[in-house]
C-alpha cells in the first residue's frame, strides 16, 4: 500500500507540474491580430512592441499595458459654434480621418490621443473660421480643410498619431443669416432670368435685322446683276444691229455698182420721193410743182433732194 500510495503521489505531482508548464505556456504566447500593435512592460518599464502574429512573453515578470489600434480610424467631431471674421455665429460639425504610427509614442506620450486630437480640431476650425469671411467660409472649405489637418499633424507629431483628412460635414448660420441668404440667392436668380431674358430678345432682334439686311443686299445684287444683263444685252443687241447695218450697206455698195444696181436705187429713189410728196400732201393742202416735174429724171432728182434735205435735218 505505501508503495501505490508514493507511486500515485508521484504522478499527481507530475500532472500538476504539467498543467503548471501548460499555463505558463499558454500565458508566455501571445497571437497578435494583424493592424494591432501591444505594448509590453516588465516590471513596470517598457520592454517591447509585439506587432502581429505570433510573440512571446515571460510570464509574471511581462505583462501587457497598452493594445493599439494601427488601421486607419474615423471619429466625429462634435459641433461647435465659430464665429467668422464678418461677427457671423456658425455651428460647424466634422469627421476625422487619422491613423496611429507610432504606438510607443501613442501610448505614452499622451493620455488618450483621440480627446486630444478632437479638441485640437475644434480649437483649430475655430480659429481658422475666425480668419474668413462668412461667404468665403462656404467657398474656401477645401482650403480650410487643409489647414486644419496641416495644425493638428505639427502638434500631433509627439502623440504618435497622423491625420490624413479632415471633412467639414455642415457649416449651419443663423437663421436670420439663412433667410438672407435665400433672399439674396433669389434676386440673384432673378437678375440672372432678366438677364438671360434681355439678352435673348437683342439676339432676336439682331438676327431679324441682320435677316432683313441680308434680303436687302440680295435683292440690291439682284437688281445689279438684272441691270447688268440687261445693259449687256441691250449692247449685244445694238452691236448686232450694227452688224447687221454695216452688212447690209456693204452689200448695198457692191450692187450699187452695177448697173442694175444703178436702176433699182433710181427706182427706189422714185418710190421714196413719191411717198414723200403724199406726205406733204397730207400735211399741206397746197402742193408746188416744178415745171418739168413730168419726166422721170427730174422726178428722181427731185427725190434725191428731197432725201438730202431730210438726211441734213
Known amino acids: ?53 505570433l510573440n512571446f512573453i515571460l510570464p509574471v515578470i511581462d505583462r501587457i499595458a497598452y493594445k493599439q489600434n494601427l488601421k486607419e480610424q474615423a471619429f466625429d467631431v462634435p459641433s461647435q459654434s465659430a464665429i467668422t471674421q464678418d461677427n457671423i455665429s456658425l455651428i460647424v460639425d466634422g469627421v476625422l480621418y487619422l491613423k496611429v504610427i507610432d504606438p510607443y509614442k501613442s501610448s505614452y506620450g499622451i493620455d488618450n490621443y483621440i480627446f486630444s486630437v478632437t479638441q485640437l480640431a475644434q480649437t483649430t476650425m475655430r480659429s481658422e473660421i475666425g480668419k474668413l469671411t462668412l461667404d468665403k467660409t462656404f467657398e474656401e472649405r477645401e482650403n480650410l ?24 460635414k455642415d457649416i449651419e448660420p443663423p437663421r436670420s443669416v439663412l433667410d438672407a441668404m435665400e433672399r439674396q440667392m433669389k434676386a440673384e436668380r432673378e437678375k440672372r432670368a432678366v438677364i438671360l431674358e434681355s439678352e435673348g430678345k437683342r439676339q432676336s432682334e439682331i438676327n431679324i435685322a441682320e435677316g432683313h439686311k441680308a434680303a436687302r443686299v440680295l435683292a440690291a445684287e439682284a437688281e445689279k446683276l438684272e441691270q447688268v444683263l440687261k445693259a449687256e444685252g441691250e449692247a449685244q443687241a445694238l452691236i448686232a444691229v450694227s452688224t447687221a447695218q454695216a452688212d447690209a450697206l456693204d452689200i448695198v455698195g457692191k450692187v450699187a455698182s452695177t448697173d442694175n444696181g444703178q436702176k433699182a436705187i433710181q427706182l427706189d429713189l422714185a418710190v421714196k420721193a413719191i411717198a414723200a410728196k403724199q406726205a406733204i400732201a397730207k400735211e399741206s393742202s397746197i402742193i408746188l410743182l416744178p415745171e418739168n416735174s413730168t419726166t422721170p429724171a427730174s422726178t428722181i432728182a427731185e427725190a434725191m433732194t428731197i432725201i438730202s434735205q431730210l438726211n441734213k435735218k
Do not use: C, H
Not at 28 to 46: D, H, L, M, W
Not at 152 to 165: C, L, P, T
Open 1 to 53: 500500500m505505501d508503495i501505490n500510495n508514493i507511486a500515485l503521489s508521484f504522478f499527481n505531482i507530475w500532472i500538476l507540474i504539467a498543467i503548471v508548464i501548460i499555463l505558463i505556456l499558454r500565458s508566455s504566447i501571445k497571437f497578435i491580430p494583424q493592424n494591432t500593435a501591444v505594448i509590453v512592460e516588465r516590471f513596470g518599464k517598457y520592454n517591447k512592441t509585439m506587432i502581429g502574429g
Open 145 to 168: 480643410n487643409i489647414a486644419i489637418v496641416t495644425a493638428i499633424n505639427e502638434a500631433s507629431v509627439a502623440w504618435g498619431v497622423q491625420v490624413f483628412r479632415y471633412e467639414i
